[in-house]
Nanobody, 123 residues
Framework: QVSLVESGGGVVQAGDSLRLSCTAS????????LAWFRQAPAKDREFVAA??????YTYYAGSVKGRFTISRDNTNLYLQMNSLQPEDTAVYYC??????????????????WGQGTQVTVSS
């Protein structure tokens, strides 16, 4: 059983940066594929970025590629967000999936979720 807790959200202006963190406890964290998803008001949860175990592979949604960077260490997952825009406003969730090697953007493939952290970008 893996427990995930996000932090680092806040209110920023367009063009600013934020770094989200997700701290894990329990389970063999290093063996999991990890990802960030987000959910804006009245919208479905959507994929943002994923990183394989040992950070051997990263995958990004087209809307954030070049602006966001996903990374990990032994117990934490990170999302560096640069050049934030109002459309990035959402609750951001981290997720973990054991042994996932494809379809990183599919919500149903993830076994564990955090409670989310709010990111608000004003224009």
């Amino acid at each position: 059983q893996v427990s995930l807790v996000e932090s680092g959200g806040g209110v920023v202006q367009a063009g600013d940066s934020l770094r989200l963190s997700c701290t894990a406890s329990g389970g063999a964290f290093s063996t999991y594929t990890l990802a960030w998803f987000r959910q804006a008001p009245a919208k479905d949860r959507e994929f943002v970025a994923a990183i394989r175990r040992l950070a051997t592979y990263t995958y990004y949604a087209g809307s954030v590629k070049g602006r966001f960077t996903i990374s990990r260490d032994n117990t934490n997952l990170y999302l560096q967000m640069n050049s934030l825009q109002p459309e990035d406003t959402a609750v951001y969730y981290c997720a973990a999936a054991f042994g996932l090697r494809y379809d990183y953007d599919k919500i149903e493939n993830y076994d564990y979720w955090g409670q989310g952290t709010q990111v608000t970008v004003s224009s």
